[in-house]
């Protein structure tokens, strides 16, 4: 049997938008749980805070040796290698990104002196705009019950704004290792990172990096690739 919504008082006083509330809960419950798992990410680099930045570093292995672990290193992080040269020593390789690198993310935030008070005051600051935005929307749930919707030939109608594509951008890091051989059996890795940000498959900018969580990642992938 259909029931229709005019006649029936209970769906009078429940109009559709009534869930509007539980949509913009769970949005907000997944921004949290998002915030989450960012933060246990970020573990992985704290070791690297204490260190000063660096881009030139002493690893003892031949230059073949670490010519070859450099090269399967940036191979697992899913760079393309562009450029291998083991009788220069000469390393490139672009790593395609459609987000910035998680190293790259904790560097920007690596100057507060106090991350965690600062996500507190965030997480304060939310409950509050929560909050704030929980009571709007009951007013507005209100007032919806209490007027009612109108039809009929005096409601207007608008016109929905032409779709335009997003752009699709992207981001490519571009490594470059310089590795020169030094007494004593070891090498010496140089590194250049380069950051370059793609719209719509053109580079639109580009930035040296100088950042020291992307460099000792960097340096410990290939140590972890020597001592296979």
């Not at 930045?53 to 070859?68: G, I, M, P």
């Not at 005051?121 to 935005?133: E, K, N, S």
Request: with cysteine.
């Amino acid at each position: 049997m259909k029931v229709n919504q005019e006649s029936h008082p209970m769906m009078r006083r429940f109009p559709a938008r009534v869930f509007v509330i539980p949509t913009i809960t769970a949005y907000m419950l997944l921004a949290v749980a998002s915030c989450s798992g960012s933060g246990a990410t970020s573990r992985e680099f704290r070791k690297y805070d204490p260190l000063p930045y660096a881009d030139t570093f002493q690893l003892n292995a031949s230059q073949e040796v670490v010519h070859r672990a450099a090269i399967a290193a940036l191979q697992d992080r899913g760079a393309v290698v562009t450029l291998s040269d083991p009788r220069t020593g000469l390393i490139s390789a672009e790593l395609y990104s459609s987000k910035l690198l998680p190293e790259d993310v904790y560097a920007s935030k690596a100057n507060d002196d106090n991350e965690s008070a600062g996500g507190g005051v965030m997480a304060v600051v939310g409950a509050i705009l929560g909050v704030i935005l929980f009571i709007l929307l009951l007013g507005w749930l209100s007032d919806g019950c209490s007027t009612g919707t109108s039809s009929g030939p005096n409601r207007r109608s608008t016109s929905s704004p032409p779709n335009i594509p997003e752009p699709v951008t992207a981001n490519t890091y571009v490594v470059s290792l310089t590795l020169v051989p030094t007494p004593g059996d070891s090498t010496e890795m140089r590194m250049n990172v380069l950051r370059q940000k793609v719209e719509n498959g053109t580079v639109t900018s580009s930035q040296r990096l100088q950042n020291k969580y992307l460099n000792y990642s960097l340096r410990d992938a290939v140590e972890a690739a020597i001592a296979r």
